[in-house]
């Protein structure tokens, strides 16, 4: 720990030395916001490529460390070592424990999610210790037999890549998001050889929003990584795939099975992959041991299925080529459901039980084994007019990652990439939609955001939608209320409508109780029916007592809702269920209006918080011509007092965007300590003595706190 602590004082020493001999030039560099992007795109793209290259050569270095024989694992396996099938993945799992519980606890899993959350909460911030540890812990998972995938690992490198790049160029939030995107397409782009599909699987699933601006630099950093791997790698495939053909358009409605099956298969995955880990979540024992039982798992799984170990490309290729897969002289269609059974099993228990590697590539070889099993059983049924099975195989493997991950389009041009045959298309699309719809309906939450939704963050479109649930009525209610009592005559309620500042009315009893609502269009269908009815009809005639009531105390998330359900843009606020007095009016608009402030809020403290070490001790970073944010530490005329005391945006200009302060067993002196709690400000807020605060406003002002 010391040696990491005399380390990153290095790095930050560096970095400061760095930043004031970069500054002028950077900003020089950021004022062409389009040649600024370009230029990052082309680094980035470079660097993750270099990145998934060193990674997949780390892998192979860890396979010969653990399993030292020229055929690799399963040549160690075929020589008859089979105490290496059972000891080596706990041993594996040991040390990764080691590395996710003692060192980086962000490593554990594929990593996707937490780049997913990164975007989405953190303003695209990874801490730049993700690159080394995620990369060790992912090979030596992966090298010693663990059941994982490498494209998971290599996404979080590229992405990592992306993050520390925009923070050494001390880029804004939002353009730090899409080089984490563009790290993230290059990685899959120099993984697959597929360029296309880097960049779709960037915008598709790291940001989550096809409507994305920035294309363009994704695109520019997943192509200049393919030319990259391309270099060091050749011009191949990643898998060896025939030729595909449609025999007949019969088989149309055989893929479109493949697709069902693929379906029910991947949430069936889904669903054992996170039973496994609240299993070993829950498990009664130390943290770091845990990956060594999973691994030990593995390991008698494999004694069986040794199909199972590895990222398990040999098995998928197989598959694809239709050769035969066996277990114990065994083949046939049964045999591929054992195989893929076993691979769901291995797989739960790596990953379930802390390990570090991805969910893609165990969700190809699923899709690749059980499209082989489905085909094997068309052809003994449907001899005359149906493809091979490896057909089949090749088909649901798009269909199960579509399904898995939720991102069909990336399926799709995937298997087109590495196919180049517009002939499997049709087919292609029709089994990933409909496998992609059916695991939708069933399980909301895909293989990456499954693990988002445990933690309490709800993604949709990139964004964390549980920030509405932190904002309560009261926050963003209006207190001015434009309220009708139960008997007043129509007549006069239309005037007050069309005379008033707001269309809608809220109908009160005499003890200002919570009657209905009343709108113009109401009141207009009662005056053009007959000008007799007009005189006995009153406001509780007319209200619409479906419309339901919110109290101060609940919360956005459920308002917003009430407005998905009824077709309402304001809703009354009461005291309580037992006692419904009116106490002001919510609007469709002011909760929009408070989730953007929040979605800002978070752009400015999370985002920046986590680039705290752009933002070193008396260094300011322009955010918008003439505001500068800055850490400083706290004034020591501060200590003591409240927030609401200094009144410090009356007196200093100055706001107050993130406070840092030290628990009771943090190492001062270290800024990036894990040790360090982060507070937001609030009213009550109290400054001590070694308190760091986020600060921003005029540079003249903050020069003043300093003193």
Known sequence: MILLHTFRRWLRLVGNVWSRKMETPLRRLRDNEHIF???????????????????????????????????????????????????????????????????????KGSGIPEVMEAVAKKGGAIRWRVVLTKAIAAAVTIGSGGSAGREGPIVHIGATIGSVLGQILQASVRNIRTFVACG???????????????????????????RVASMSPIVIASVV????????????????VPAFTLVSYREMILYAVV???????????????????ER????????????????????????????????????????????????????GWPVLLIVMFAKMLATSFTLGSGGSGGVFAPSLFVGAVLGAAFGSVVNIIFPEWTAPASAYALVGMGAVVSSTTHAPITAILIIFELTNNYKIIPPLMLACVIGVLLSSYLRADSIYTEKLTRRGVKMSRGRDLNLLKAIPVSAVMDTHIQSVSADTPVTVLFKLLTGGQKPTAVVVDAQDRYVGTVELQDVREVLHESEELAFVVVAADVADRTTSAVYPDERLDYVMQLFGNMHRDELPVC?????????????????????????FAEDMTDGLSNQLNLVHRGRMVEMIPGIFISEIEVPARWVGKRLKELDLRKETEIDI????????DGARGDSVSNSMDEIRPYAELVFVHGDRVLVMGPKEAIFALMK
């Not at 960037?202 to 940001?207: G, P, R, Y």
């Not at 990584?225 to 060896?240: I, N, Q």
């Not at 004694?303 to 040999?314: K, Q, S, T």
């Open 184 to 210: 993230a397409a290059a990685a899959i782009a120099a993984t697959f050889n597929a360029p296309i599909a880097g960049a779709l699987f960037a915008i598709e699933v790291v940001l989550g929003d096809m």
């Open 225 to 240: 990584a393919t030319v990259v791997s391309r270099h060091y790698l050749g011009d191949f495939p990643a898998f060896e």
């Open 37 to 107: 992007l370009v230029i990052s795109a082309i680094m980035l793209g470079i660097f993750a490529a270099y990145g998934a290259i060193a990674f997949r050569y780390l892998i192979l270095w860890s396979t010969s460390f653990f399993h030292p024989a020229d055929g690799g694992l399963l040549g160690a396996i075929g020589l008859g070592r089979h105490w290496a099938m059972l000891l080596v993945p706990m041993i594996g799992g040991l040390i990764v424990g080691m590395v996710v519980f003692k060192i980086a606890p962000e490593v």
């Open 575 to 599: 005291t309580s269920r037992e006692d419904p007095v009116v106490v002001g009016t919510i609007t469709r608009k002011a909760v929009i209006d408070a989730y953007n402030a929040r979605i």
């Open 657 to 664: 965007l993130l406070l840092q302060r030290y628990s009771e």
């Open 280 to 331: 070993f979540d829950g498990l009664n024992v130390v943290p770091w041991l845990k990956p060594a039982i999973g691994g030990l798992a593995v390991g008698a799984i494999g004694l069986v299925v040794p199909n199972v170990f590895g990222v398990g490309y040999e098995t998928i290729n197989s598959a694809l080529n239709g050769d035969s897969i066996t277990i114990a002289n065994w083949s």
């Open 259 to 277: 697709g069902i099956v693929s379906g029910l298969f991947s949430v069936a995955f889904i669903r054992v992959l996170y039973w496994f880990s």
